[in-house]
């Protein structure tokens, strides 16, 4: 079993950033980041396998990193030159089967509260 809990959403204006964390207990071989915005369906944005193989979606590449402390087993997302579109209820996942590094919502049996991203333009 594994709990997540995600923190570190807010409001920014464009072109600003935050930093999202999701403390996890208990271990799971993938972890990642997704988002939903109203009336829209939930889509991956970045997942990560142990500390150094990532993910991304086309739409964040470039502006979000994803990183992972092992000591703390903690996950971030780092979100840069954030944009309107960007706005949106974002969850902290996890999976250890066979889908492997993946975006794929379906994939993910573990999942954080949310915490709510707005970016104002």
């Known amino acids: 079993q594994v709990q997540l809990v995600e923190s570190g959403g807010g409001s920014v204006q464009a072109g600003g950033s935050l930093r999202l964390s999701c403390e996890a207990s208990g271990d799971a071989y993938y972890m990642g980041w997704f988002r939903q915005a109203p009336g829209k369906e939930r889509e991956g944005v970045a997942a990560?396998?142990?500390?150094?193989?990532?993910k991304y979606a086309h739409s964040v590449e470039g502006r979000f990193t994803i990183s992972k402390d092992n000591a703390k087993n903690t996950l971030y997302l780092q979100m840069n030159s954030l944009k309107p579109e960007d706005t949106a209820m974002y969850y902290c996942?996890?999976?250890?089967?066979?889908?492997?590094?993946?975006?794929?919502?379906?994939?993910?049996?573990?999942w954080g509260q949310g915490t709510q991203v707005t970016v104002s333009s």
């Open positions: 990560i396998f142990g500390s150094r193989a990532t």
């Open positions: 996942a996890a999976h250890s089967s066979t889908w492997g590094l993946t975006l794929r919502v379906g994939a993910y049996n573990y």
